[in-house]
């Protein structure tokens, strides 16, 4: 991976939403936007506007059902390890800070 795409995927996730969506797709897999919408406290066009830039740079796809559009993490290597990277770091220092 080159660092213009690295660098595109830490901005995508720089904004608390779309990363709070990621991590929420890591942990469950599989969301359709209501059940999004449970973890945050934002409009659901907002939310779907964060979906969007999530989906137009590749880290998550969308999969309808009927009238339900599911979303999950896009399979992407660099962004798998980011996520257990970064939450193996912030266990660490929630443990140090107890």
Do not use: W
């Not at 660098?7 to 990363?19: G, N």
């Not at 209501?34 to 779907?48: A, G, I, P, V, Y």
């Not at 339900?68 to 896009?74: M, S, V």
Request: net charge negative; proline share 1%; charged share 20%.
């Amino acid at each position: 991976m080159d660092l213009q795409r690295m660098a595109e995927i830490f901005k995508v996730l720089s904004h608390p939403t779309r990363l709070k969506v990621v991590l929420l797709l890591k942990e469950h897999g599989r969301m359709c936007v209501c059940e999004l919408m449970s973890h945050l406290n934002t409009t659901q066009s907002n939310l779907s506007q964060h979906l969007a830039v999530l989906r137009l740079t590749g880290l998550v796809e969308s999969q309808k059902t009927g009238n339900t559009i599911h979303y999950r993490l896009a399979e992407n290597e660099f962004l798998l390890h980011l996520l257990n990277d970064v939450e193996s770091f912030l266990t660490k220092e929630m443990t140090l800070s107890e």
